[in-house]
């Protein structure tokens, strides 16, 4: 039953991102530089503003369902390479390679996709050692990124710049590390 629930996550996920990128090719596709009608400016933006919010929310979903976390626990402690790691892995990367990252996310989204793609190299060069490392740096490039997306995506100021400590989305939902830390406001 479980192996059922995570393989209708993973299509709920990927249809979601399918439907994401619908939406932005249809902004794209009815956008117009030559605005001449005057109000339709801001609510172009505005709604291009919000597809792009849910880009980054269906991209990090994917690293849900594919359970980053999981994966990387499972390189660490392997003897050899799983078969199911690739694909993972490849969604992953296609996730983040499919999304209009916004100006301030975008240096650690190129980051976090190299270390996906070093992660994908490292699988298809049948190379353990490789992808323990690899798995461990996209693993923590992941956790980092989650948290400024995150942020981005409740318009909230960073953190530190609060005077707070960050509360991460995955303290709601679990990821299975028990080590979250929790707000102390």
Known sequence: ????????????????????????????????????????????????????KAQVLAAMTVFRVEAIHDLDDSAQKAAEIEAGWSG??????????????????????????????????????????????????AHAQWHDFEHETGTYLSGEAHAEDAGHEAVATDAAEGDGHGEEETSGS
């Not at 996550?9 to 596709?29: D, F, P, S, W």
């Not at 301030?104 to 490292?122: C, M, N």
């Open 88 to 137: 993972q892995v490849d969604r992953m990367h296609i996730a983040m390679m499919s999304v209009t990252w916004p100006e301030d996310l975008k240096a650690d989204a190129d980051s976090l996709t190299a270390a996906l793609g070093d992660l994908a190299d490292a699988i298809e060069a049948d190379d353990l050692e490789a992808v323990k490392g690899a798995s461990g740096e």
């Open 1 to 52: 039953m479980e192996e059922l629930n995570v393989s209708s996550a993973r299509k709920l996920g990927l249809i979601a991102l399918t439907l994401v990128a619908l939406v932005a090719l249809l902004i794209a596709a009815c956008g117009d530089d030559d605005d001449d009608s005057g109000g339709n400016g801001a609510d172009l933006t505005a709604l291009e503003e919000q597809v792009t």
